[in-house]
């Protein structure tokens, strides 16, 4: 649940040198699937800014306050129903996305920060500080995630909300992605422009900052919309077993109630099935992400691509 797999474009050669510019650019989704995904991920974005306060200071919705409107269905009062205790589903969903993507966007930077770190310092120094990372990474690929995970956030729960959890996944979920990025930058440190940049006497640290991680975006990124979207899902999750922290609002603490208070016996669909499909959808956008950049970075698939339009315009 909280372990990032590694992208097929870390399987991929890196084709040369790459400066942050041509490598931002890069990034520019040409690719129809990246595309379409990113676009789904800015639209979630966008709702976690502005929703909330539309929800609450323009439509007067409150995810918290207790009406007497219980169990209501879909109406022009309450779009997308109510729950038992009469709070307005369309809040919480608001609100919940906010919450949602802001824990899975922190357990997936300290997650991403963390395997960029110990890749590219292990592999490019190699000798005893790889061994020592790579004992390291190696610890926590056979650690137990999930059951480490539960009783951590279950110790935590309450002391630091649900961030402290974030913390948790992004501090669990690292080691894949350490290992496929330093499978890259052993691939690299013995390239002509890392040799002539070491030659020319520039420093380990600007080598491997303006040399090199260009280079990983790529697999960076890949990497980040992966451990974004199973940090989403391992919180949603603790949320769900009532784990996590059940008195922030987020979807799945709106799985959570939904489920203890029978909504599905109840016939209560519009209490479960949104929060259902946002992380369904949230989840098929980083797919497609991750599908575009493993076309745009892997040499094979791209090559593949080609040899399917060039047949297709016969």
Do not use: C
Request: net charge positive.
């Amino acid at each position: 649940m909280t372990l990032a797999v590694p992208p097929a474009a870390a399987l991929a050669p890196a084709t040369g040198r790459l400066t942050w510019r041509t490598a931002l650019r890069r990034l520019i989704p040409a690719n129809r699937k990246a595309r379409t995904g990113l676009a789904i991920i800015a639209l979630y974005v966008l709702v976690a800014a502005v929703g909330p306060w539309i929800v609450q200071s323009l439509m007067g919705l409150s995810p918290t306050e207790i009406t007497g409107a219980v169990l209501q269905p879909p109406s022009g009062a309450h779009p997308l129903g109510t729950t038992q205790d009469g709070t307005d589903v369309l809040a919480q969903l608001v609100v919940g996305t906010r919450t949602s993507l802001l824990v899975g966007a922190l357990a997936a930077v300290v997650s991403t920060t963390l395997s960029v770190a110990v890749g590219l310092i292990g592999g490019y120094y190699g000798g005893l500080a790889d061994s020592v990372l790579g004992a390291l990474t190696n610890a926590f690929l056979v650690l137990p995630g999930l059951p480490l995970v539960i009783i951590l956030a279950g110790y935590l729960r309450g002391r630091g909300g649900p961030f402290a959890v974030a913390l948790v996944i992004g501090l669990t979920g690292w080691a894949w992605g350490a290992r496929s990025k330093r499978v890259q930058t052993l691939s690299l440190r013995n390239r002509d422009f890392v040799v002539g940049a070491r030659l020319l006497g520039e420093s380990n640290l600007r080598i491997m900052l303006v040399e090199v991680l260009p280079n990983l975006l790529p697999v960076i990124s890949a990497t980040l919309m992966l451990s974004l979207v199973t940090s989403i899902l391992a919180v949603s999750g603790l949320d769900f077993l009532g784990i996590g922290d059940i008195n922030a609002v987020s979807w799945g603490t709106m799985l959570y109630f939904a489920q203890q208070r029978q909504a599905m016996i109840s016939g209560a669909w519009w209490w479960f099935v949104p929060p259902g499909i946002a992380i369904t959808v949230l989840g098929a956008a980083a797919g497609l992400v991750n599908f575009g950049i493993d076309e745009l970075t892997n040499p094979r698939l791209r090559g593949t691509r080609r040899k399917a339009v060039r047949k297709a315009a016969r």
